[in-house]
C-alpha cells in the first residue's frame, strides 16, 4: 500500500495541483518541545522543482513552523484526498524560511498570487516522498476557500500586519526565536 519516491513524479504533481488543502508538520530538537500542525488553504503551494517545493506563508498567531526550520530545519507536508480516489502523500525534507528582506524574495514571490498578509515564502528540500491508501480518510465535499485570513490583513493594513507579527511572530510557543526576529530594528 505504502509506495516510497525519491522525487515528486509527474503524477503525484498532478494528485497536488488537485488538492485544496495541505498540512505542514515541524516540531522542535527539545523533547518537551510541541510538535506542530497547521493547515494550509488558498493558492499558496508551489512546486519548484521534483525536490523542491514552496509555500506562502501568511501572517497567523504563531511562527512555530519557522522557528522550527531555523533550529533543525525538518519539515513533512501532507495532501490528503477528500474526494475519490484516496490518497495520502508527504513529503519529506529540510526546509529554510525566505523573508520580504532576503535576496530570493522577489523571485519567489512572482511565483505566487499576491495575498495580503503575506508573512514569508517556506521552501523546503525534498529528501523522500511517501505515498499511502488514504482508504480511512473521509469524503467531504470542497466548498470554497475562507477568505478571513485575507480580509482581517486587509482591514489591518500593511503597518498593522507588521505590528502584530512583531507582537505575536518572533519566538515560538517554546520561546525559540524565528526569522523574523532578526529584522527587529533596535
Known sequence: MAKLFDCITDELQKFIATQHLFFVGSAPLSPTGHVNLSPKGLDCFRILSPNQVAYLDLTGSGNETSAHLQENGRITLMFCAFEEPPCILRLYGQGHTI????????????????????????????????????????????????????????????????????????????????????????
Do not use: H
Open 99 to 186: 523573508l520580504p528582506s532576503s535576496p530570493e524574495w522577489n523571485s519567489l514571490y512572482s511565483l505566487f498570487s499576491q495575498i495580503p498578509g503575506t508573512r514569508q515564502i517556506i521552501v523546503a528540500d525534498i529528501e523522500k516522498v511517501q505515498t499511502s491508501c488514504g482508504y480511512g480518510v473521509p469524503l467531504y465535499k470542497y466548498q470554497g476557500q475562507r477568505q478571513t485570513i485575507v480580509n482581517w490583513a486587509k482591514n489591518k493594513g500593511e503597518q498593522g500586519v507588521r505590528d502584530y507579527q512583531q507582537q505575536k511572530n518572533l519566538v515560538s510557543l517554546d520561546g525559540l526565536p524565528t526569522p523574523l526576529s532578526n529584522t527587529v530594528s533596535p
